[in-house]
């Protein structure tokens, strides 16, 4: 595609409620990112793909969030019984390279998924 | 691990003129990369410039440039003619060349209004 899709751009969930967002990346781009940015603040990262093998999934706050890339294309952030903590915006990004630094390589971010728990 | 700090919330200008966004970082590392990244209201992040820490020379990108000071850490942003489109939240952020280089830091960002 043309630039990096996510969906819902916005999502309103009642707290306990489970939510999935999904990143669909810029076609043939190997690494995926997802970036949780609380109001006012600058993104977090939460996890990296490389194809569909997670590397890192350090920035995970707990054990209800939970992303998978099973093709190495499309990957889904899903966070269970949602907190109120959880609201957020929630950027997904996609580079070409294996690495992010990689001056040939840098990252395409999307419009982001609003979520607000209620 | 490493911080970003940006000190000033809101910073605006006058259209056509220049205006300097502060900037600084901490850490170890010996080698990285430094970006400014733009998020209009649509919330998609766009890179603006990067730096890579070993580079002496400052970047630049048509009317954007950027002053690194490595024994400072600092890495200051200037945009020259702004225009109305370069109004948005501006956000500095720092990557590590090791380990993967696979987390951004990012700062609280800074918000840029470009007047008429």
């Known amino acids: 595609g043309a630039g990096v899709s996510q969906s819902p751009r916005y999502k309103v969930a009642k707290r306990g409620q489970d939510v999935a967002l999904r990143c669909d990346p810029i076609?043939?781009?190997?690494?995926l990112f997802w970036y949780q940015q609380a109001l006012g603040q600058g993104p977090e990262f939460l996890t990296y793909?490389?194809?569909?093998?997670?590397?890192?999934k350090s920035g995970l706050p707990s054990d209800r969030f939970f992303a998978e890339r099973p093709e190495g294309s499309v990957s889904t952030l899903k966070i269970q019984r949602t907190q109120q903590e959880d609201s957020a915006v929630y950027l997904c990004?996609?580079?070409?390279?294996?690495?992010?630094?990689?001056?040939?390589?840098?990252?395409?971010f999307g419009n982001g998924t609003r979520l607000t728990v209620t | 691990a490493q911080t970003v700090t940006q000190s000033q919330p809101e910073m605006s200008v006058q259209e056509a003129e220049t205006v300097t966004l502060s900037c600084t970082y901490d850490?170890?590392?010996?080698?990285?990369?430094l970006f400014w990244y733009k998020q209009p209201p649509s919330r998609q992040m766009i890179l603006v410039i990067r730096?890579?820490?070993?580079?002496?020379q400052n970047a630049t990108e048509n009317r954007f440039s950027v002053n690194f000071q490595k024994a400072a850490k600092s890495f200051s942003l200037k945009i020259s003619d702004s225009q109305l489109g370069d109004t948005a939240m501006y956000f500095c952020?720092?990557?590590?060349?090791?380990?993967?280089?696979?987390?951004?830091?990012f700062g609280t960002g800074t918000q840029l209004k470009v007047e008429l």
């Open positions: 850490t170890s590392e010996s080698n990285y990369y």
């Open positions: 952020a720092f990557i590590p060349f090791t380990g993967g280089g696979n987390k951004l830091t």
């Open positions: 076609s043939g781009h190997v690494s």
């Open positions: 730096q890579e820490a070993y580079k002496q």
């Open positions: 793909f490389q194809n569909e093998a997670q590397l890192d």
């Open positions: 990004a996609s580079s070409y390279g294996a690495h992010q630094s990689s001056y040939n390589s840098p990252l395409h």
